[in-house]
C-alpha cells in the first residue's frame, strides 16, 4: 500500500509541474503522379486521399503513363472522383475545417507525358505535368514538396532535365533540395536515371521486382494474424456502400488493395508519423539509407519488364521491423502480448494497419453521416516534452494522462518501444502497466549517446476506434557527459 502511495504521489507532482506542449503539424505539400486506369488500385488510392485533403495540400494531381499502361493516360477517370468528393465535401466540412471545394481539385489535375519512360524525357518532351511539378517548386514556400509516384515517373524526371537544363547550378540544387520523393517501386525506365543523374534527390523506393515493396504490407495478409481490414467484405460495408458517392466510386480489387496508398500515409498528421525522418517509421512503412545489393532487390520477380540495374548510390529502402501486436484480453489487464512475431519489411506498413484502415472507415462515414453519428479521432496531450534527454542509468517517465475524445468516449492507451527507430536496439522495459496513461523506464548504462523512441498509442472506444499517437525520443547520454 506504502509503495502504491508513493507512486501515485509520485505521478501527481509529475503531472503538475510538467509543461505543456504544442500538438500543431505543419501541413505537406504533395503532388501524385499517377497511371489512373492501368489498375483499380490507383482510383481506390485517390479516394482516400481525398479524404484527407483538408490535412494535406494536394497541389497536382498528375496523370501519366507506366510500364502497365505506355500509350495513354487518363485525367477524365480524376475528374470524375473528384466530382464524387465535391458532391461530399459539404458533409465532410461538418467534420473538421479546411476541405477544398471540388473545383480547387480538379484546376490541378494535368496530364503528363504520352510517351513511356526515358521516351517522354529530354527537349521538347515537357508537359502540362512537368510544368506544373517545375512551378511548385518554384514557389516562395520553404516546406518541402512531395512528389508521389504511383505509375511511371517519367514527367518528373522531365521536369529535372528542364530544371538541370535551365538553371544554374546553384537554382537547380536549391530546387532539388526541396523535393521528396516516393516512388511505388519502378513503373518505367526513369527511376534509375533520377537516382544516379541526381544523387542528391531524397528518393524512397524499394526497387526490383514488386514482391520486395515495402508498399505491399498495404494489403499483404500476415500468416497466424487477422486481416478483416483488407477483405472485400470490409471494403464493402465499410467503404463503398451506404456512404454516398465517393465510397460508391471506389473500385473492387482487382489485385492488391491501394498498393499506392503507403506513398503518402506518412503525410497525415496523426502524432507517429515524422516525414523528414523515414527511418523513425510511420504509416506508410520505415526506410533506411543505404544502397541495397542487387540481388536483395528480387530481380527476377514481376517487374512489368521494367530493367533491374544495381543502384548507384544509397537510397531511403526497405527497412525491417519485428513486431509482436496486442490482443484483447478477457479479464485482468485488458490486453496481452499476441502469441506471435511479425518480421520483415512488409511489417513496417502492416504493423499499423488496423489503425490506419479504421481511420479511413471513419472518414468515409463523415461523407454521409453527422457529426454526431460519427466517430472523430481523439487529442493526444503529453505531459511533458517528446524530446527528453537523461544520464545513464537513470529513471524516467511518460504520460498521456491530459489526453481527450471530441466525442466524450472512453480512451484506452497503450505505451511501446519502437527499438528500430532509434539508436539503441535493445529492448528497455517500461514499468507499471503498458495500458496505462503513465508509464516509467529506467534508462540503460550507456557508454556513448543513444536514442531510444516511446510510442504511446491513444484509441477510443467509438466505432469504428480511432487511433492517435505521440512518439517520445529519449536520449540516454553517459555519466560523465
Do not use: C
Not at 496530364?111 to 506544373?132: E, F, I
Amino acid at each position: 500500500m506504502m509503495r502504491l502511495f508513493s507512486i501515485t504521489a509520485m505521478l501527481a507532482a509529475f503531472l503538475i509541474f510538467a509543461p505543456a506542449v504544442s500538438l500543431a503539424e505543419p501541413k505537406q505539400r504533395l503532388i501524385v503522379l499517377s497511371d489512373i486506369e492501368a489498375d483499380p488500385d490507383d482510383s481506390q488510392s485517390l479516394v482516400r486521399l481525398l479524404l484527407y485533403a483538408n490535412q494535406i495540400d494536394i497541389e497536382g494531381i498528375v496523370a501519366t503513363t507506366s510500364t502497365h499502361q505506355k500509350s495513354h493516360i487518363a485525367p477524365a477517370s480524376m475528374h470524375a472522383i473528384i466530382d464524387a468528393y465535391g458532391r461530399v465535401q459539404p458533409n465532410l466540412s461538418k467534420h473538421e475545417s479546411g476541405y477544398p471545394k471540388a473545383e480547387v481539385l480538379k484546376a490541378v489535375v494535368r496530364s503528363g507525358s504520352q510517351l513511356y519512360g526515358m521516351q517522354g524525357v529530354g527537349a521538347g518532351r515537357d508537359s502540362p505535368g512537368s510544368d506544373a511539378i517545375i512551378q511548385a517548386l518554384e514557389k516562395n514556400d520553404t516546406r518541402p514538396l512531395w512528389v508521389a509516384v504511383w505509375g511511371g515517373a517519367n514527367t518528373l524526371a522531365q521536369a529535372l532535365y528542364r530544371i538541370d537544363h535551365d538553371r544554374t547550378p546553384e537554382q537547380a540544387a536549391r530546387l532539388l533540395n526541396k523535393l521528396r520523393v516516393y516512388t511505388i517501386s519502378d513503373q518505367d525506365d526513369s527511376g534509375i536515371w533520377m537516382r544516379t543523374k541526381f544523387p542528391d534527390l531524397f528518393y524512397i523506393v524499394s526497387p526490383g521486382g514488386y514482391g520486395n515493396g515495402t508498399w505491399t504490407g498495404m494489403h499483404s495478409t500476415e500468416p497466424g494474424f487477422d486481416s478483416t481490414e483488407v477483405s472485400n467484405n470490409w471494403i464493402a460495408t465499410h467503404i463503398q456502400q451506404g456512404h454516398g458517392p465517393l465510397g460508391a466510386i471506389y473500385p473492387d480489387v482487382s489485385f492488391g488493395v491501394e498498393g499506392d496508398t503507403p506513398s503518402f500515409l506518412s503525410l497525415i498528421p496523426n502524432g507517429l508519423n515524422a516525414p523528414e525522418h523515414p527511418e523513425w517509421g510511420g504509416w506508410g512503412g520505415r526506410y533506411e539509407l543505404y544502397t541495397p545489393a542487387l540481388e536483395t532487390t528480387d530481380p527476377k520477380g514481376f517487374t512489368g519488364n521494367v530493367p533491374i540495374l544495381q543502384e548507384p548510390r544509397a537510397i531511403w529502402t526497405n527497412a525491417v521491423d519485428s513486431y509482436r501486436p496486442v490482443v484483447y484480453h478477457d479479464y485482468g489487464r485488458s490486453v496481452q502480448a499476441h502469441d506471435k512475431v511479425s518480421t520483415g519489411y512488409r511489417t513496417t506498413v502492416w504493423r499499423w494497419r488496423k489503425d490506419f484502415q479504421n481511420d479511413f472507415a471513419a472518414r468515409m462515414d463523415w461523407s454521409a453521416k453527422s457529426y454526431k453519428e460519427a466517430n472523430h479521432p481523439p487529442v493526444v496531450k503529453l505531459g511533458h516534452g517528446d524530446r527528453l534527454t537523461i544520464k545513464s542509468g537513470e529513471g524516467f517517465m511518460m504520460s498521456a494522462a491530459g489526453s481527450l475524445d471530441p466525442d466524450g468516449d472512453s480512451l484506452s492507451y497503450l505505451w511501446f518501444q519502437y527499438p528500430e527507430a532509434g539508436s539503441y536496439k535493445e529492448q528497455i522495459k517500461l514499468g507499471y502497466a503498458e495500458n496505462h496513461h503513465t508509464v516509467w523506464g529506467q534508462a540503460p548504462v550507456v557508454s556513448k549517446t543513444e536514442t531510444a523512441h516511446f510510442i504511446v498509442k491513444v484509441i477510443d472506444k467509438g466505432s469504428p476506434p480511432l487511433t492517435r499517437y505521440r512518439r517520445v525520443v529519449v536520449t540516454v547520454v553517459p555519466t560523465n557527459s
